[in-house]
């Protein structure tokens, strides 16, 4: 039976949080991952993880094999990870492809670009051509993706507007940090685990109504009421600060600015969840990616990648950050475990929102609520 999300999709005042079996219920999360995860624009991965031509990563996004590779002239690419002949496997561990894409069951041959340049034996011993099978047709199966913060995007279902166009609102309200952005490295990244549904992660994040107890340091100098909230309904949400205070290493060295940045960055930073999956930070002097990859429905890898605005800063300060971010959000993870666990009591009916605090949550639970809605039409009008 599908649940019934009116009150989900109500004003904030009225409104309730989307139902318990959006985080327990295995068929109700098929249907949100078609609607959602599927549908529109999601995270997989960033453009680090291919660093240099021909670098290639398996991945997958909830069972679908795929394949993230930088080509021959350096755009990067996702393709299923499955040879066109008899569905086999291609790549199964990142490497460094020489040469062509090679599955390891008949040889088929694909280049970084994805086309099929060779067919051993396929008409036969010494015969590498065969009339039935038409190279030009049989390439790799490619996903939609696009690049934006180095996040690398993929919409599954290919059918969602143009990124540009999707989140055209955001990418013009950080406009001043378009601009080049430098992965800090090994020991800059880090993958945290949860055992959660990956929407309380998202919902965790767009806050900051619970920093003074589940943050209490960040919270010593960055407070509950320096922070305001981020509502953009159907686009994006999340929070901002206005005393961002900027990391500083021995003798009160800090990391280089970037460019040309108006006055608001001087003391501000904007923390906001890109629908699904997500969070970014921008800061006057680094910036971070968060990529939550849905393991299951209540398993969550947290991908977290930091940048920096120059391609070199001092070593130490760059893992001392990196440390402290990592503190942050493992402080996190008690909470969002604890709300998995709660919503198998039958009793809870999505919970209520704070009109003055709660306003991010609400925008995303809405949204995903109005996108399964709509899914939920356009499947009703084709059975007609």
């Known amino acids: 039976m599908s649940t019934d999300l009116t009150a989900v999709i109500a004003p ?11 985080y327990i219920d295995e068929a109700t999360f098929a249907e949100e991952t078609a609607a959602v995860l599927h549908a529109t624009w999601a995270g997989l991965a960033v453009g680090a993880d291919v660093p240099e031509n021909g670098d290639a990563k398996p991945m997958e996004f ?9 080509d021959k002239d350096g755009d990067v690419r996702v393709f299923q990870n499955t040879c066109r002949h008899r569905g086999m496997i ?9 040469g062509a894409i090679r599955c390891p069951y008949h040889s088929w041959c694909y280049s970084t670009k994805g086309k099929l340049v060779a067919t051993p034996h396929v008409g036969g011993p010494g015969m590498n051509t065969h009339e039935a099978i038409d190279n030009a047709t049989l390439g ?17 279902s290919g059918t969602a507007a143009p990124f540009e166009e999707m989140h055209a609102d955001l990418i013009a309200r950080w406009s001043e940090f378009d601009q080049p952005m430098y992965h800090g490295g ?6 945290l685990a949860a055992n959660t549904n990956y929407k309380l992660a998202v919902e965790n994040y767009c806050e900051s109504y619970h920093l003074p107890w589940v943050h ?29 205070r900027q990391f500083e290493g021995e003798g009160g060295k800090r990391f280089p600015d970037f460019k040309g940045l108006s006055e608001m960055w001087n003391e501000g930073a904007e923390y906001i969840t890109l629908y699904p999956n997500v969070l970014l930070a921008a800061q006057r002097d680094h910036g971070y990616a968060i990529i939550l990859e849905p393991k299951s429905i209540n398993q969550t890898l947290e991908h977290v990648h930091i940048y920096y605005a120059a391609p070199q800063v001092d070593d130490a300060m760059r893992v001392k950050n990196t440390a402290l971010w990592k503190e942050v959000f493992e402080e996190d993870i008690f909470v969002v475990e604890g709300m ?5 009591g039958p009793g809870f009916d999505g919970g209520r929102f ?31």
């Open 12 to 22: 904030i005042e009225q409104a309730r949080g989307l139902p318990n079996a959006h």
């Open 62 to 70: 909830l069972g679908l094999p795929l394949l993230l590779i930088r």
């Open 90 to 98: 291609l790549v199964s561990e990142p490497r460094k492809i020489e």
């Open 140 to 156: 790799l199966i490619e996903v939609r993706s696009h690049i934006w913060r180095d996040v690398v995007f993929v919409n599954i």
């Open 186 to 191: 090994a020991d800059s990244s880090f993958t």
């Open 216 to 244: 209490p340091g960040l919270n010593s100098y960055s407070r509950l009421e320096d922070h305001y909230n981020i509502n953009e309904p159907d686009k994006y949400s999340g929070q901002g600060t206005l005393v961002y």
């Open 340 to 344: 998995q666990r709660g919503r198998y």
């Open 354 to 384: 704070s009109p003055a605090m709660d306003g991010p949550t609400h925008c995303f639970h809405a949204w995903v609520a109005q996108r399964i809605l709509d899914y939920r039409q356009s499947h009703a009008v084709a059975a007609q």
